[in-house]
C-alpha cells in the first residue's frame, strides 16, 4: 500500500476525521479496543513532534474509555519529555500482529501511573491499521461456530454450509466437507454469504487459493481452504475490518481473565 511509507509528519499533516479509508475507524470504543491490544501486548510505539529532537519511543500503560483517556510512559530523557510536552500536536506509530498502528493525537500532560511519572492525552480521533496486504487473520470463536453458505454455481439451486476457521478483510479460511462440495485450488465461487453476528451479512464472489487435509480431528472428508474475496464491496470490507477488531478485543479480554 502507498500509505505504508507516509512519514510521521504526514500524519500530523492529515485530517483523520475526514478520511473514508476502509483501514480508517473513527468509532471511540474501536480505537479504545486497538490501544488496549497496544498495551496488552506491550508494544512500543514511536511518537513524533515538532520540537528538537522529534521522538520518543514509549508504551501505552492504561487506556480510559470512557474519560476517552490514555497513558503512556515517559522517555529516560528528560529534554525529549520537555520537547513532547510542549508540542500541540503528537503522531504517533506502532505496530501489532504484524499491522502498522497508525494515528495523531493533541498535547499531552504530566500524570502519575502507578506511583512513577507517566503522560497521558485525549484518544485519537481516528486510527488507521496499514496491515500488509491487509491479510491479518483473526480466529473466529469456536463456541459459537460463524456459518459461511456457498453458492459454487451462482444459480441458488444449491448453498453448501462451511465453518469460518478465521478471517481477514481479504479471505476466510474454511472447513469444508467434500461430500458436499469437492474442492480444488483456483476454483471460483459464484457467491459466498456471511453472517457476521452483530454485523449483518456479507456477500461476494470468491477463489479457493489451497486446499489441505484438516487434519485427523475433523475427519478425512474436510479440507481447510483458503479463499479469497472478490468483487467485495468497500462498506462490507469495512464490516469486516470491525467484526476482527471486536473479536480482537473478546480474544484480550478472554485472556486477560486467564490470566
Not at 491490544?37 to 514509549?58: C, E, K, M
Request: include cysteine; hydrophobic fraction near 40%; glycine fraction near 6%.
Amino acid at each position: 500500500s502507498k500509505d505504508c511509507h507516509r512519514s510521521p509528519m504526514m500524519i500530523l499533516d492529515s485530517a483523520p476525521a475526514n478520511d473514508t479509508s476502509p483501514y480508517t475507524t473513527t468509532d471511540p470504543l474501536e480505537i479504545a479496543g486497538i490501544l488496549a491490544r497496544l498495551r496488552d501486548r506491550n508494544a512500543r510505539a514511536s511518537v513524533y513532534f515538532n520540537a528538537q529532537p522529534g521522538s520518543i519511543l514509549t508504551s501505552i500503560l492504561s487506556v480510559n474509555a470512557s474519560e476517552g483517556r490514555f497513558v503512556f510512559d515517559v522517555d529516560n530523557d528528560p529534554q525529549r519529555n520537555e520537547a513532547l510536552l510542549s508540542s500541540q500536536r503528537l503522531a504517533w506509530q506502532s505496530s501489532v500482529d504484524g499491522i502498522k498502528i497508525e494515528f495523531s493525537t493533541a498535547a499531552a500532560r504530566r500524570v502519575t501511573h502507578s506511583d512513577g511519572p507517566a503522560m497521558d492525552v485525549l484518544l485519537p480521533h481516528s486510527v488507521l491499521r496499514l496491515q500488509r496486504r491487509n491479510a491479518f487473520r483473526t480466529m473466529t470463536p469456536t463456541a459459537r461456530p460463524v456459518i459461511c453458505l456457498i453458492d459454487p454455481t451462482g444459480q441458488g439451486e444449491q448453498e453448501v454450509r462451511a465453518r469460518i476457521l478465521d478471517i481477514s478483510a481479504l479471505g476466510v479460511s474454511l472447513l469444508v466437507d467434500t461430500k458436499d462440495l469437492p474442492v480444488v485450488n483456483g476454483q471460483q465461487l459464484a457467491r459466498l454469504r456471511m453472517e457476521l453476528p452483530g454485523f449483518g451479512e456479507v456477500q461476494c464472489s470468491a477463489e479457493i487459493r489451497y486446499a489441505m487435509d484438516a487434519g485427523r480431528r475433523f475427519g478425512t472428508q474436510f479440507r481447510r481452504c483458503g479463499v479469497q474475496f472478490r468483487e467485495l464491496a468497500s462498506a462490507d470490507q469495512v464490516l469486516i475490518q470491525r467484526y476482527i477488531i471486536t473479536l480482537e478485543r473478546e480474544h484480550a479480554k478472554s485472556r486477560n481473565q486467564d490470566s
